[in-house]
């Protein structure tokens, strides 16, 4: 094996163990606190943005943005997830 592909599958079972502790922490209390929060940031949010003056865009834009984060942190850890099952699927793959 060359050392690109050595340096390539150390990237791989990088992915996967990277995926995997992100699985263990979302399914871990902290995890699960976080995603709740997460949930109940964006759910006040859309509430938010229901009750605010449609012609103040600062008002609106801050509605959005809180939305935004919340649900930016949901999608990062479950494309870490996702990233990490895929790279299992590779090396799987690579090795039959």
Known sequence: MSEQEDRE???IRNQIAFGLDC????ESPIGRYL???????IDAALQGLR????HSPKDVQDW??????????LQ?????????????RTFIEAND
């Open 51 to 54: 009750d605010v003056d449609p």
């Open 76 to 88: 990062w850890m479950g494309e870490a997830v996702t990233e990490g099952e895929n790279a299992e």
């Open 23 to 26: 699985k263990v922490f979302m």
């Open 64 to 73: 959005q943005n809180k939305a935004y984060r919340a649900e930016s942190f």
């Open 35 to 41: 995603t709740a929060r997460a949930n109940a940031d």
């Open 9 to 11: 599958l150390q990237q």
